[in-house]
C-alpha cells in the first residue's frame, strides 16, 4: 500500500500495490500497522456501503461533529465516484478548503479522512457501489449536513446532480 497526502491536511489518498499473477490479483487494502505508522486512524469501528445505480447520484456533504466524530476510509469497489473532502476543522490550516480525488474501482484506490471533515462525492457511471470504513457508530444526533453547493465552499463538481435526497438538497449552508 502507499499512502499520499492531498492538499489538505491530514487526508490522504490511500493506493493499493496488487500481486498479480495468472489468478488475477490480490492486495491490501487497509493495514493498522501501516496507518499507526503514519500517524493514522488505525482502528475502525464500523463498516458500510452504499450502491447508486445511477449517474450523477450526489451523497453529501455529511459530517459527524465531536465528541462523535469520526474518520473515514472511502473506496469506489465498482465503478467511479468524484469524491469531495472539505476541511471544517477552524485551526486546520487548510480550512474550508475542499480537495476532489475520483475515487475508481479499477485503480483501487482510496481517501483518508480525518475527523472535522465532511464529505460527499457524485456517481461518474450508474451502478457505483462505494464502501466505508468508519472509526466511529453512526450517531444522528452528531451528524451534520451541509449544501453540496454552498459558495462558502465553491466546489467545482462536475456536473448538476440528477438524483439527491431532499435532505441533501435542502441542508443549510456552512455557519462558522
Known amino acids: 500500500m502507499r499512502i499520499h497526502p492531498t492538499p489538505l491536511a491530514g487526508v490522504m489518498q490511500v493506493y493499493a500495490s496488487p500481486h498479480t499473477d495468472d489468478r488475477g490479483l490480490f492486495a491490501r487494502t487497509f493495514c493498522a500497522d501501516l496507518f499507526a505508522a503514519n500517524g493514522l486512524e488505525s482502528s ?9 445505480p445511477h449517474i450523477g447520484t450526489l451523497r453529501g456533504l455529511h459530517l459527524q461533529m465531536a465528541p462523535k466524530g469520526e474518520v473515514k476510509l472511502v473506496r469506489a469497489t465498482r465503478g467511479r465516484v468524484f469524491d469531495v473532502t472539505v476541511d471544517l476543522r477552524p485551526d486546520s490550516p487548510s480550512y474550508r478548503a475542499w480537495v476532489a480525488i475520483e475515487l475508481d474501482a479499477a485503480r483501487r484506490n482510496a481517501v483518508y479522512i480525518p475527523e472535522g471533515c465532511a464529505h460527499g462525492y457524485m456517481t461518474m457511471e450508474a451502478g457505483c457501489e ?8 453512526y450517531d444522528p444526533d452528531s451528524a451534520r449536513t451541509f449544501r453540496w453547493n454552498d ?7 462536475p456536473d448538476e446532480p440528477y438524483i439527491i435526497s431532499p435532505k441533501d438538497a435542502e441542508a443549510p449552508d456552512f455557519q462558522p
Open 44 to 52: 475502525f469501528r464500523q463498516a458500510s456501503t452504499s450502491w447508486n
Open 130 to 137: 462505494v464502501s466505508y470504513l468508519i472509526s466511529q457508530p
Open 151 to 157: 459558495p462558502a465552499f465553491g466546489i467545482r463538481w
